[in-house]
């Protein structure tokens, strides 16, 4: 399917890709913005998200990754600067796994490079978080008004045990493109990859950013996005 996209700015292509149950719009609003003034910016919204509607969500990575080639054939990208973090770097890491060829350079965080030896205990506080948000009116009301597809659809995926992708992820290790792996030092089971990826892949750049944690790009805007800026100009 032909993701809905939001479009600013002109110049080389780059694509970001939201948190989940976020859209294009109400995800990486600084970032879109500030390199709306030197770049073409794509903000899709990810499958089953946003005004990208669909039920169907049973293999959401691939996919989702299918989606995202669809969606950039639209618009005749040859090939894109992809940016991400969380659930859309999971599918980013996707993408570049089946088309590394549209891959100019990929930008990722919020990921778990490997499967915690507590997985099973974090995988259950997790789906608690995430139920509450079932009882709480005002985030359902919220949650309802930005997405045409059933929301709670990605509530139920996370409830099962395997599905993160794990596997993928560890294709980081194999990309031949340049890599950027921002993480927030507050996030242990993700600083791992800082000291993971360097060592077995040089195109893999890291970098570990200061009172941040899962959403770097929320956290820590400015940083994240100077950082994000001089990858990209370096990796041309």
């Not at 930005?146 to 139920?156: A, M």
């Not at 340049?178 to 600083?191: A, C, S």
């Not at 993971?196 to 940083?223: R, T």
Request: glycine fraction near 4%; include cysteine.
């Amino acid at each position: 399917m032909i993701l809905h996209t939001n479009i600013i700015g002109n110049g080389e292509p780059l694509v970001f890709l939201h948190t989940g149950l976020q859209t294009g719009m109400t995800d990486f609003e600084f970032q879109r913005e500030y390199f709306s003034n030197n770049y073409k910016v794509f903000s899709p919204d990810l499958r089953g998200h946003g005004q990208s509607n669909t039920n169907d969500i049973q293999n959401f990575f691939e996919d989702s990754a299918v989606d995202l080639l669809e969606t950039i054939d639209h618009y005749d990208l040859k090939k894109i600067h992809l940016a991400s973090c969380s659930l859309g770097a999971l599918v980013a890491i996707k993408f570049a796994q089946m088309y590394p060829e549209r891959i100019h350079t990929l930008s990722i965080s919020g990921v778990m490079p490997v499967e915690p030896d507590n997985w099973l205990e974090l995988h259950e506080q997790d789906v608690e978080i995430q139920e509450s948000l079932l009882d709480n009116k005002v985030a359902t009301s919220y949650f309802d008004q930005l997405h045409t597809s059933d929301w709670k659809q990605f509530i139920y995926m996370a409830k099962e045990k395997e599905w993160y992708p794990f596997e993928d992820v560890k294709a980081l290790s194999e990309f031949r493109f340049p890599v950027l792996y921002m993480v927030g030092e507050k996030n242990e089971r993700e600083t791992i990859g800082a000291a993971l990826y360097p060592k077995s892949n040089e195109h893999i750049h890291v970098a570990i950013i200061p009172f941040a944690g899962h959403l770097v790009h929320a956290d820590q805007p400015e940083i994240y996005t100077h950082i994000l800026e001089e990858f990209i100009e370096k990796s041309k």
